[in-house]
Structures are given as structure tokens and as C-alpha cells.
């Protein structure tokens, strides 16, 4: 099972920048599908970016709508971390944020992933 960690969060005011990481240390991240999720008190759990792994035909990356533009998933194979810079953020960005590891077809459905950090948490306040 891969061991996953989060880092980065924090508070931050709305229009600001944070840079979350997603570590493992026994398992080469690039060889698996990372996607980053997110889960606000009282809501669902939702997938919001994902970068597929290089052993994919398509070892891109997909966002849903409402953080296309504002945020960048990243892979550094070197130090074997998944990055989410978040920029412009928002109130409603405000959430619970996971990584998730895995080979999955539905890069969206937390139900495909086995692997998972505890979350580091995002707060977008004035």
C-alpha cells in the first residue's frame, strides 16, 4: 500500500496562493494516477485534479470546471511529490484536501483509489 502525506496547507486570504504537496517515500509516484480531492464539512468528497501516470498512453493531466485556471497539478519525479498550486482562491476553496493514488479508469470516483494521505486543511478567509 503506497503511504501517502499531504503538506501545504493553512489559512490564507481570498485572492491568495497556497502550494500543497503530496509525498510518498517507498513508492515512485509517477507510476501511478494522483489525483488531489477535497471535502468540505457537510459535502461530498470531490475530485478536482489529477495527473495520470507516465506508464499511461495519456500521461496528462484533467480539472474540474471551477478550479480550471486558478489551479496546476505538477510531478517532481526527482523528489517523488505531486503538487497543487492554488492561485486566486476562493471562499468557497475552503476544504479538507487529500491526495489519492492509484490505477484507476475514472480518474474522478474516490471509490477507484486505495491509497490515501490524511489531508491537510485549506482555509480562505479574510
Known amino acids: 500500500q503506497v503511504q501517502l502525506v499531504e503538506s501545504g496547507g493553512g489559512l490564507v486570504q481570498p485572492g491568495g496562493s497556497l502550494r500543497l504537496s503530496c509525498a510518498a517515500s517507498?513508492?515512485?509516484?509517477?507510476?501511478?494516477?494522483i489525483t488531489w480531492f477535497r471535502q468540505a464539512p457537510g459535502k461530498e468528497r470531490e475530485a478536482i485534479s489529477t495527473?495520470?501516470?507516465?506508464?499511461?498512453?495519456?500521461?496528462?493531466?484533467d480539472y474540474i470546471y471551477s478550479v480550471k485556471g486558478r489551479f496546476t497539478i505538477s510531478r517532481d519525479t526527482s523528489e517523488n511529490t505531486i503538487y497543487l498550486q492554488m492561485d486566486n482562491l476562493r471562499p468557497e476553496d475552503t476544504a479538507r484536501y487529500y491526495c489519492?493514488?492509484?490505477?484507476?479508469?475514472?480518474?474522478?470516483?474516490?471509490?477507484?483509489?486505495?491509497?490515501w494521505g490524511p489531508g491537510t486543511q485549506v482555509t480562505v478567509s479574510s
Open positions: 489519492a493514488a492509484g490505477h484507476v479508469r475514472t480518474w474522478y470516483s474516490h471509490l477507484e483509489y486505495d491509497n
Open positions: 517507498e513508492f515512485a509516484l509517477r507510476w501511478y494516477t
Open positions: 495527473i495520470r501516470s507516465m506508464s499511461s498512453s495519456d500521461d496528462g493531466t
